[in-house]
Every structure is written in structure tokens, then in C-alpha cells.
């Protein structure tokens, strides 16, 4: 190591090799798409975070709470 901090040339960011169920595509463009889907999925993931976050400064009910008045609710209507 004589250049501390610099990459190898086939350095993937994020990329371990830890694929112990040989999902990982060989198709370097399959491998692409792949990785944008899970960024995408963690990116909605954090936003879903966020919204429960704000519904519970709004009114002050945790998401249990709010499942449980859901489901009094939906019972007292009938559904």
C-alpha cells in the first residue's frame, strides 16, 4: 500500500464480494439496474421514515397507536 486511500482500477463502489446466494448479475448493465433499485427502494424506505416521523410530531400518536385507531375505526364502520 504506498498510495494510501487509492482505489483499485475494478473498485465498484458498494461492492464487497459478499454474494453468498450468487444473485449478483454478470451483466455489467444488469448489475447497474440492479444497484439503482436498491438505491431507489432505500431512498422511498427513508421517506416512509420520515412521513411516520412528522405524522407522529403532528399528533403525537406512534405508528402502533395509529394502527390500532385504524383498526378500532375500521371495525366501528364495519369494514
Known sequence: FDQPGLLKEDYYPGDIGFDPLGIRP???????LMITRE???GRLAMLAAAGF???EAVDG?????????SM????????
Open 26 to 32: 454478470e451483466d455489467p448493465e444488469e448489475l447497474d
Open 39 to 41: 438505491l431507489q427502494n
Open 53 to 55: 416521523l412528522a405524522q
Open 61 to 69: 400518536l406512534g405508528i402502533v397507536e395509529h394502527f390500532k385507531v
Open 72 to 79: 378500532i375505526e375500521s371495525a366501528d364502520l364495519g369494514l
